[in-house]
């Protein structure tokens, strides 16, 4: 079993930054993969970033350039640091984890943009 505590949300003006944290229950060195997804009202969720066991990104072109996903595995932690913030950012992001074969996510931290 692996608890995600997402924290970090927030009311932003666009243009700011944000940066969310995802702590895990469990080593993170023991999890396969760890994401961060979106999602916003009327809309269905989607993926932002994530990051691989041996440290590989990926992320959705909406957010290259923008959105660094990194972790601390000391802390058992992964961030999503988010700068330049478009009202369109706007939405409920959850930390995603697949870990042995089991998916596990956070409750989500919402993230607002608006002036």
């Known amino acids: 079993q692996v608890q995600l505590v997402e924290s970090g949300g927030g009311l932003v003006q666009p243009g700011g930054s944000l940066r969310l944290s995802c702590a895990a229950s469990?080593?993170?060195?023991?999890?396969?993969?760890m994401g961060w997804y979106r999602q916003a009202p009327g809309k269905q969720r989607e993926l932002v970033a994530n990051?691989?066991?041996?440290?590989?990104?990926n992320y959705a072109d909406f957010v290259k350039g923008r959105f660094t996903i990194s972790r601390d595995t000391v802390k058992n932690t992964v961030f999503l640091q988010m700068h330049s913030l478009k009202p369109e950012d706007a939405a409920v992001y959850s930390c995603?984890?697949?870990?042995?074969?089991?998916?596990?996510w956070g409750q989500g931290t919402q993230v607002t943009v608006s002036s």
């Open positions: 995603n984890a697949h870990r042995y074969g089991i998916e596990y």
């Open positions: 469990a080593s993170i060195a023991d999890i396969l993969l």
């Open positions: 990051i691989i066991r041996n440290g590989g990104t």
